[in-house]
């Protein structure tokens, strides 16, 4: 009879664990959405050197609202685009992006790690960031830590003045526990 007890109250706890498990599956929500910001760099003549920072955050009403509840965040796509340029023509620009402390060489192309500023606007390039996972790693915990995120972008022109923009998307998912 002991046994049959024992059976039954383990069968019990299983029963009730595997319940729970389900109930917090069910309180999960996944958040898909897309985050995009413009940094708008301005060069004065006779300097050669920019930097730039956007907050970046996460405008979604079920993020904000769960932001203490967040269980996962993934970015699951990270490009820029560079999408005007004014002043001198064909200015040929390398850089970086910086998120809390990684950085990653933005203007990547063929040729090298600079990119000519009027043909990559014209072209209507966008550029997929595909990097050592310690830049998205960086991205994704000042997402998560209020999702809100720092973005910098600092580098060197061939000539000014030149103002250019360069559109940063995120693709993120996030997972927020509800309860």
């Known amino acids: 009879m002991k046994k049959i007890t024992t059976f039954f109250a383990l069968t019990i706890f299983a029963f009730a664990f595997n319940a ?7 309180t999960k929500i996944d958040v898909d959405t897309t ?3 413009d940094l708008v760099i301005s060069i004065a003549e006779g300097e050669t050197t920019f930097s730039e920072s956007a907050s970046i955050s996460i405008d979604d009403d079920d993020v904000q ?11 699951t796509k990270l490009t820029y685009e560079i999408v005007s340029v004014t002043g001198t023509a ?3 620009a390398s850089g970086s992006f910086t998120a809390q402390s990684s ?22 390039t966008v550029y997929e960031i595909e990097v050592d996972q310690s830049l ?3 991205f994704e915990a000042d997402l998560k830590s209020g999702a809100t995120a720092t973005l910098s972008a600092s ?10 923009t360069v559109r940063v ?4 998912k996030v997972t927020v526990d509800a309860i």
């Open 136 to 138: 998205v790693d960086a």
């Open 155 to 164: 580098g060197t022109v061939s000539a000014a003045p030149v103002t250019f």
């Open 65 to 75: 609202d769960n932001l203490d509840k967040i269980e996962d965040l993934q970015i």
């Open 20 to 26: 729970c498990d389900a109930v917090d599956e069910l």
């Open 103 to 124: 950085t990653y060489p933005w203007f990547q192309a063929t040729d090298g790690t600079t990119v000519n500023l009027t043909t990559a606007a014209n072209a209507g």
């Open 35 to 37: 985050i995009t910001e």
């Open 169 to 172: 998307t995120a693709d993120v």
């Open 90 to 92: 064909d200015v040929i």
